[in-house]
């Protein structure tokens, strides 16, 4: 079999086919991968019914991973994440945002399994950081270029929503205090491909230090908005086994959040990064 990779737009996305991902990974095909990630930014895989360990060993064949100081961890491999919305637990990733910017290494990337699907709804959209830099003017990528942001993890993980029983809280107290703020660079340079692009992200950027209030308010908007434009995204209708694995170094997503009252679980291992500059 060799591995056919199909691009879904010219700035980010390719569908990926050819590959059985319930298999362990070739060293060749984990080569491919990655050359593809760098090139589109997000795979997607269709009917990988992958177990929880199996997504885990997939994960690691591109790193470490991720222990999420917050989200419910899967019995089987304590590595994956459950995400399971419903009525009871709404969705909340409806913001578009890199994951774990509020630590000084953020992941490298993630790789997501769609388990449980409403009939409808529950898309996700992947943006370029890379694409919507490169579409800013000339003198607004130089203001840009020296200025560094501060990342919060109380902003998407706020107690009302996260500490709501006594054991929450003891699990959010401890992820408060292990996650001070964090400052990064508002551009990042990709390490692998040196492309630059934007690393400012509506869910847990806080501010721009360098920057007033009101003008990093005014200037961080403006950057959400544009970075969300159609030409720097693509999105995804999910199939149940369905996967996706996404560039978080340069990237942003965003969970429609349109499926209540049906529920929907997904699965997520998170391969850990490094620090950005
Ligand atoms: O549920 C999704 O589609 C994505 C949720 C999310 O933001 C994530 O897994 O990092
Ligand atoms: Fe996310």
Redesign the pocket.
């Known amino acids: 079999m060799t591995l056919d990779i199909r691009p879904l737009g010219p700035a980010i996305g390719a569908l990926v086919s050819n590959i059985d991902l319930t298999e362990p990974l070739r060293n060749t095909d984990r080569d491919t991968l990655q050359t593809a990630l760098l090139q589109h930014h997000v795979l997607f895989f269709e009917n990988q019914p992958v177990t929880p360990v199996q997504q885990r060993d997939l994960a690691r064949a591109f790193g470490e991973l991720h222990i999420h100081p917050v989200y419910p961890q899967h019995p089987e491999a304590s590595e994956i994440?459950v995400?399971d919305t419903h009525n009871d637990n709404p969705?909340d990733?409806d913001n578009w945002?890199t994951?774990v910017t509020f630590i000084k290494t953020p992941p490298l990337g993630?790789i997501?399994s769609a388990r449980v699907l409403p009939p409808h709804g529950?898309d996700?959209l992947w943006a370029s950081g890379i694409a919507a830099y490169e579409a800013l003017s000339e003198p607004l990528r130089r203001f840009l270029d020296p200025l560094r942001a501060e990342h919060s993890f109380v902003q998407s993980f706020p107690a009302w929503r996260y500490a709501r029983t006594p054991e929450e809280r003891k699990t959010w107290e401890a992820a408060v205090a292990k996650s001070p703020e964090v400052t990064h660079p508002v551009v990042r340079t990709h390490p692998v491909s040196g492309k630059h692009g934007l690393f400012v992200n509506e869910g847990f950027t806080s501010r721009i230090v360098d920057l007033a209030k009101a003008e990093s308010d005014a200037l961080l908007a403006f950057l959400r908005v544009h970075l969300a434009k159609p030409e720097f995204t693509v999105r995804w209708r999910w199939k149940q086994y369905d996967l996706a694995f996404w560039d978080n170094r340069l990237t942003q997503?965003y969970?429609t959040a349109d499926y209540l009252p049906h529920r929907?679980v997904?699965h997520?291992a998170t391969i850990l990064g490094d620090a950005p500059f």
Do not use: F, V
């Open positions: 994440i995400l969705p990733n945002h994951d993630a997501l529950g996700t997503h969970a929907r997904m997520r």
